[in-house]
Structures are given as C-alpha cells and as structure tokens.
C-alpha cells in the first residue's frame, strides 16, 4: 500500500471527527495547484474507449452514461447517494491480486466496469470521476486514505469525501456500507491522507503535501488513462 499506519488504539470519535475538519481545512486553497484537468465529459470517447473491450462494457458504459443524466439536475448531496448506490451495488470486491494479479493497481472507471470487480481505491476512483462527470466541483472531492477497524484489526481503506464548504463536516461514500454518512458518524475510519486532481493532503493537519502527480505515480497513471477514456 501506499502509506503505512500503526495498530495502536483508536482515538475517540470526537478526535476523529476534528481530524476529517482539519484534512478539509484547505480546500479553498486547491485552486492554486498546478493541476486542473477539465471537467468536461466526452461521451462519444468514453463509448468508443468502451467498445474497444467487448460489448458488455459498451452497456455498462452507456448505463454510467444515464446515471449522470439522471443525476445532474439533483442536489449534490442526493448525486453523492445516487453514484454511491450505483457502485455498491454493481461492482463485487476483490483484492487487486486476484483481479489484476498485482498488489496494488488504480482501475479507470472502464476498467471496473470491464471486470465488474475492484478494491476500495477502485470504487472510490469511479465515484469520483463519475460526481466530477456530474458537475460536482473537483474542489469538493477527496479521496482519502484511512485506517479502517474490521473485525478487531486496524486496515488500509480507501473512501471517498465530500465537503459541502471549505473546512465543514464530509460526507463519507464508502464501499463498505450502502449510504452516505457524515464523518462523525463513522468513528470507525481514521483518516491519513487525502487527494484530489488539485491537491494532497498529508495527515489530518491542513498543511499541503504538494502535487499528487509528483506524490502518486499510480494516480499519474491513473490520470492519463481516464482523460483517455473520455472522462
């Protein structure tokens, strides 16, 4: 994995809570990195880049396709509950070196849906480009890595975040549970760091790690395939 965490015990979930405040602290300043991709969706590309894999990728495509159209004219926060639902329930987990046979590989959206199998950065990444996709400012997005308690033990997870404003609550789509839930209400997930195509975000303090271009090269790798996917 990209980071690693201790197992020492949880912290409270008042703790935790200011920790998600602080990793949103500075998102009005995300404007001013290097990196802004443009938001705009080109469908004829993403179903050509669709078709080039087999027909059953073309559909489900074309199924992400009406979901944006369907969401578009909704509020943010009913979006972020419509795209969570659509990827929980039509992507099954399994670990990256079952599907890729790698320890960790970053799948495009197509990618996903190709295989119909992913991780957690898997379903947080679709998600993402999807909401964008859906006029969700990039701004307002994070994926974060957190520690998660499963079962008594302390994991790497991935979830993604949305803040409303710069430095409110975050709303957490996860692929572990069915809905959107604020952050105070999943003590259960310690955050790490976080990420967007503007910034990074290191710990739970609010000072910038830099370019995720330079930090990720599985999410530089990431970036070329999905603009070339349309997205």
């Known amino acids: 994995m990209l980071f690693s965490g ?57 199924q992400v396709l009406q979901l944006i159209d369907k969401v578009l004219p909704l509020d943010e926060e009913a979006r972020l ?3 969570n639902r659509f990827f929980n329930k039509r992507i099954e987990f399994r670990e990256d070196i079952e599907v890729w046979g790698k320890i960790d590989y ?7 849906l190709d295989k119909g199998r992913g991780d957690c950065e898997d379903y947080a990444i679709a998600k993402y480009f999807s909401l964008v996709s859906a006029g969700v400012p990039v701004a307002k997005l994070r994926m974060v890595y957190v520690r998660a308690s499963l079962g008594g033990r302390s994991v790497a997870h991935m979830v993604l975040a949305y803040y409303a404003q710069p430095g409110a609550e975050p ?23 976080s ?33 070339a996917e349309g997205f």
């Open 171 to 193: 709303l957490i789509l996860d692929n572990l549970i069915a809905d959107v839930r604020p952050a105070s209400q999943r003590p259960d997930l310690q955050p790490v760091f």
């Open 81 to 83: 509950s419509q795209v």
């Open 106 to 112: 970053w799948a495009s959206p197509l990618e996903l």
């Open 6 to 62: 201790s197992r020492s015990a949880k912290p409270g979930s008042a703790g935790l809570a200011r920790g998600w405040l602080r990793l949103g602290a500075t998102l009005a300043l995300a404007s001013l990195l290097m990196f802004s991709p443009s938001a705009a969706l080109d469908q004829a590309r993403l179903l050509e880049a669709a078709a080039r894999f087999n027909p059953r990728t073309l559909a489900e495509a074309q």
């Open 195 to 227: 990420f967007n195509s503007e910034g990074l975000w290191q710990g739970v303090g609010a000072t910038s790690a830099g370019d995720p271009l330079q930090r990720l090269s599985l999410w530089r790798d990431l970036l070329a395939k999905v603009q």
